[in-house]
C-alpha cells in the first residue's frame, strides 16, 4: 500500500474499508480524515502525497514514457511500513484497511487491476474470464494454484463458491451472524454454477456492468476456507496463522506490538514473481522524528512526512541519491450547498462554483501540491475529464476576472443579496490542520462577489453533518468527502445522481428544472465494454458540471510527496528519470507490490544499509 505512513492512521483510513455507502451511517466512515495522511493509493513503496504543482499534475495524470526501466534484479528485503492497526484476520468481516491491504500481499482475486487508476482488469486467480452479459460472468480458474502451507491443497471452484455464498448468507459456521461487510454485494449473485473444479459461472439479480471493477478491488481478496474458519470465534487476535492465501507472498508474523513479516512463496503460481525475497515491515514510527532518521539511515527504504517541505529537504540534501515520488491522494476536497434550503436557485450554486478560487487553495493549504478535480476526481483517470478540457469549464479556468465577473451576475439574478448571511461550515478535523480556512474562505467569497454576507464557523462531521444529511438540514460545508476507491465512478455518480440514489442528499433530480439523469445512469450501469462505458460516463459529467455538481461541488485532490532510496525500485505507475519525479498509482496498487517492486543491491545509495534479514 502507499507507504511512508504518518504519525497515526486517520479514521477515514481505518474505517472506509471498500463499504457501499448506503446512507449517512456510512458516509460518516467516509467523511472526516487528517490532511495528508496515509491514504490507499497502494505502492508497497512510497509515501502518500500532498498534490498539484504542473510538475506534480504532469507526473500523475499524464506521465511521459521513461526509458527502459532495468530488468528486475531477483532477491532482497523490503523495508517499509505496512499499518499494523489491524481490527480483525477474516477479510470478510473486516471494516479496517490494514487488513485489507496486507490481504493483497498474501492472497489473490479473482481478477484485479492491471492498470488501477484507469481501471483496465485483467485475470488474476481466474485464467480467463467473460461477462457473458451484464448479468452473467464465467471465470476459468488456474489449474495448480496452491493454498500456502499448512493447508497446500488446490484452490478450486469450490473455494469461490464458498467466498460468495459465506459473505452473502451472512452467516458463521456455527449458524451465529457473521456482520459481513460486503454481504450486500454478494446477495446480488443469485446463482452459482461450478461444472468442474475449474469454472464458475456467476448469475446476477440484475445487470451488473461494475461487477468486475467490484471483484478487482482491493477489498475482494479470496481467503482460505478452513484457515478463516478456523479462527471465526478468535478473529480479532493477531496471528499469521490465520491468513492462509494462493498470493506472492507467505505471512511469517502477523503479532500485535511486532514488526509484519512476509517471505516469498517459492510456489507462487505467476512463476515470474515476486522479485523480493522478503518484506520486513517495521511497526509506524509514532514520533516523525523517529522515522525519519530510520530512512536517513536506510533502516526503511521509502519516506514521507505530513509537511511535504520536509521531504523535499531530504531529497534535496541527498541528490543523486534519492528520487522523488507524486502519487495522488484519495482525500477529495468537496464543497457541499444544501440545495434543499439555502441553495435551491441552481444559479447560486454556480456562482459559488465560479467564485471558489482552486488555484488559490491548493497553493494555501497544499504548497502548489494539488490538481483540480471535476465530478469524477483526476485520480480516475480513465473515466475522468481530461485536465486540459476541465480548464475550459466554469470554475476551472485561469481566468480569475472573467470567473468573477459572470459569479457577480449569476449571484445577483439568483437573488444571493436576499439570502442575507451564509455560514460555510468547516469541520473541526479539517481545522486541526488548516485553522486559518474559517478566515480564509468567507475572504474568498466576499471578494469574489462584491459581498460582505459569508461567514465560516466550526462544526464536526459526527454532530451536524452527517447526522443530517439524509433529513436534508445538513449545513453548507467544506472539507474533505468520501475517499476515492475505485477507477469506476459509476456506483458513486448512481448514488449521488440518481433519485434513488443512496447519497442524492441534494434531491437531484427530484427539483424543479433538474434534467433528469436517471435513464442514463442506468444505461451505463449496464455497459461491460469499459470504452463505451468511459464514453457515456463523460456524457453524465458534462451534464453534471454544467449544473456546478448540483451544489455536491468536487473541488481538487491534493497530491503526496516522498522520498525513495535509488536502491529502492518502487511499485510505481512512471519511473522517476531525468530529473523527472517518479508517479505513484493514485488508487491502491498493493497487489501489484510483487512484480513491480526490487531492490538494487548494486546501486550506490545501497551502501551502509544495514542486513534485513527475516
Known amino acids: 500500500m502507499s507507504q511512508g505512513f504518518r504519525r497515526a492512521i486517520g479514521r477515514r483510513q481505518l474505517l472506509h474499508g471498500g463499504l457501499a455507502l448506503a446512507g449517512a451511517a456510512a458516509f460518516a466512515a467516509a467523511c472526516g480524515g487528517d490532511d495528508n495522511k496515509s491514504t490507499t493509493s497502494g505502492n508497497a513503496t512510497t509515501a502518500p502525497s500532498t498534490s498539484g504543482s504542473p510538475a506534480a499534475a504532469q507526473a500523475t495524470t499524464a506521465p511521459a514514457a521513461s526509458p527502459a526501466a532495468a530488468a528486475p534484479v531477483k532477491g532482497g528485503v523490503l523495508r517499509a511500513q505496512i499499518p499494523n492497526v489491524f481490527d480483525s484476520t477474516d477479510v470478510h468481516r473486516a471494516l479496517g484497511d490494514p487488513t485489507l491491504w496486507t490481504s493483497n500481499y498474501v492472497y489473490n482475486k479473482l481478477v484485479m487491476y492491471k492498470n488501477p487508476d484507469t481501471g483496465e482488469i485483467e485475470p488474476d486467480l481466474a485464467e480467463k474470464f467473460e461477462a457473458v452479459d451484464a448479468g452473467t460472468y464465467v471465470f476459468n480458474l488456474r489449474k495448480g494454484v496452491k493454498w500456502h502451507p499448512p493447508v497446500s491443497r488446490e484452490f478450486t471452484a469450490e473455494d469461490v463458491k464458498w467466498h460468495i455464498e459465506r459473505q452473502a448468507g451472512g452467516k458463521l459456521k456455527d449458524g451465529s451472524e457473521g456482520a459481513f461487510t460486503r454481504s450486500a454485494f454478494y446477495k446480488s449473485v443469485t446463482k452459482i454454477e461450478t461444472p468442474d473444479n475449474h469454472t464458475v459461472r456467476l448469475t446476477l439479480n440484475a445487470p451488473n456492468g461494475t461487477f468486475l471493477d467490484r471483484l478487482a478491488a482491493y477489498f475482494s481478496t479470496l481467503p482460505n476456507r478452513e484457515t478463516t474458519e478456523k479462527f471465526e470465534t478468535d478473529h480479532r487476535t493477531l496471528t499469521e496463522q490465520a491468513l492462509v492465501g494462493t498470493g506472492p507472498f507467505i505471512l511469517q508474523q502477523l503479532r500485535a506490538g511486532q514488526e509484519v513479516k512476509l517471505k516469498k512463496n517459492p510456489e507462487y503460481f505467476k512463476k515470474d514473481e515476486p522479485n523480493l525475497d522478503g518484506w520486513l515491515a517495521p511497526l509506524l514510527f509514532e514520533d516523525p522524528n523517529a522515522y525519519r532518521a530510520a530512512f536517513q539511515q536506510k533502516q526503511v527504504d521509502g519516506y514521507g512526512s505530513p509537511d511535504p517541505s520536509q521531504t523535499k529537504a531530504i531529497l ?64 480516475q483517470e480513465g473515466f475522468a475529464i ?33 439570502l442575507g448571511e451564509v455560514d460555510i461550515k468547516v469541520p473541526d478535523t479539517w481545522l486541526a490542520n488548516w485553522p486559518d480556512t474559517t478566515q480564509i474562505l468567507p475572504k474568498m467569497f466576499n471578494e ?167
Open 316 to 379: 534535496d540534501a541527498n541528490k543523486g541519491a534519492m528520487y522523488e515520488v507524486l502519487t495522488g491522494t484519495a482525500n477529495t476536497v468537496y464543497l457541499h450547498l444544501n440545495r434543499n434550503k439555502q441553495f435551491k436557485d441552481i444559479r447560486l450554486i454556480k456562482a459559488l462554483n465560479l467564485a471558489f478560487d482552486r488555484d488559490q487553495m491548493i497553493q494555501t493549504f497544499h504548497q502548489g501540491l494539488g490538481q483540480k478535480s471535476g465530478a469524477v476526481t483526476w485520480l
Open 448 to 614: 469574489a462577489l462584491g459581498v460582505s454576507q459569508f461567514k465560516s464557523t466550526k462544526s464536526s462531521y459526527n454532530e451536524e453533518i452527517i447526522p443530517n444529511l439524509a433529513n436534508g438540514n445538513f449545513p453548507n460545508w467544506f472539507a474533505w468527502t468520501s475517499q476515492v476507491n475505485s477507477p469506476d465512478p459509476r456506483n458513486d455518480l448512481r448514488n449521488v445522481y440518481h433519485t434513488k440514489g443512496s447519497l442524492n442528499f441534494n434531491k437531484v433530480g427530484s427539483l424543479p428544472g433538474d434534467p433528469n439523469l436517471d435513464a442514463q445512469i442506468d444505461a451505463v450501469m449496464n455497459l461491460t465494454d469499459l470504452k463505451q462505458a468511459v464514453a457515456k460516463v463523460r456524457e453524465i459529467q458534462n451534464i453534471i458540471m454544467d449544473n456546478a455538481q448540483f451544489g455536491n461541488i468536487v473541488l481538487y485532490n491534493y497530491i503526496g510527496r516522498s522520498a525513495n532510496w535509488n536502491y529502492y525500485k518502487a511499485n510505481l505507475k512512471s519511473q522517476a528519470s531525468g530529473g523527472r519525479p517518479g508517479a505513484g498509482y493514485n488508487i491502491f496498487a498493493g497487489h501489484l507490490t510483487a512484480r513491480n517492486t526490487w531492490i538494487d543491491t548494486k546501486d550506490p545509495s545501497y551502501q551502509g544499509r544495514p542486513p534485513a534479514g527475516l
Open 386 to 418: 481530461p485536465p486540459a478540457d476541465l480548464e475550459k469549464l466554469a470554475g476551472y479556468t485561469k481566468d480569475r476576472e472573467a470567473a468573477k465577473k459572470e459569479a457577480r451576475a449569476l449571484w445577483e439574478a439568483g437573488g444571493g443579496p436576499a
